[in-house]
């Protein structure tokens, strides 16, 4: 009779716990998916930077190639827009400066190039408060790009330290970051000859100017040597 009433017990329990889950669990499922999938495409995306910084790191070939950097900024600001909108942040494209016309194209390599702009501005709307500006300057032997925020910035002591790989400021400034979107960024940079450093921007945050001097391998640059 223990045994049975025991079981009844269990069972009259089984059945309501089952109903219970099934009942109320349509929702949690579907969050838990939500939240498997993001996390998977977390893990995706973090495995990709680790091969890209390693390549990187271990001297990969740069494939130069005539490009125009005016184009690659406006591609990589409409890739960030989804999240500058989730953010609540404005994407304000400064005026250009220089001979745009005849000077925004040089030789690089657009992948890594790209990766380095679209790294910098998605930082940038991560860490700011309304707004992330994004100019791009031309001048004889050089094409230079400013990604400016109006977060809080990045404090003088810090500003080589934020390139290293895996480097966090704490949880409310580099939330969202695996810390290693600025060292690829840094490094692709570099791979061209140019320096990407951070400054004070003039809107109150951080800004990251990125320097790409004009090298051969394309008409303006060839001209602008």
Request: hydrophobic share 45%; with cysteine; glycine share 16%.
């Amino acid at each position: 009779g223990g045994v049975a009433g025991a079981g009844g017990v269990a069972g009259a329990g089984g059945v309501a716990g089952a109903g219970g889950v099934a009942g109320a669990g349509e929702d949690g499922r579907a969050a838990l998916l939500a939240r498997v999938r993001s996390s998977l495409g977390e893990m995706n995306a973090l495995v990709a930077e680790l091969l890209e910084f390693g390549r990187l790191e271990s001297g990969g070939a740069v494939d130069r190639q005539d490009c125009d950097v005016a184009e690659l900024v406006r591609e990589a600001i409409d890739g960030a827009r989804e999240q500058a909108e989730i953010a609540g942040v404005a994407m304000v494209v400064g005026p250009a400066g220089g001979d745009v016309d005849s000077s925004t194209r040089l030789a690089a390599d657009e992948r890594l190039l790209h990766r380095a702009l679209s790294n910098l501005i998605h930082n940038a709307v991560r860490h700011a408060e309304r707004t992330v500006a994004v100019t791009l300057t031309v001048t004889p032997g050089a094409v230079v790009v400013d990604v400016d925020d109006d977060g809080a910035g990045v404090p003088s002591a810090d500003r080589e330290l934020i390139f290293e790989p895996f480097t966090r400021l704490g949880d409310e400034q580099r939330r969202g970051s695996a810390g290693l979107g600025l060292a690829i960024a840094q490094r692709a940079v570099e791979a061209h000859g140019g320096t990407l450093t951070c400054l004070d921007a003039p809107i109150g945050g951080a800004r990251f100017r990125l320097h790409l001097p004009r090298t051969t391998g394309s008409n303006d640059a060839t001209q602008g040597a």
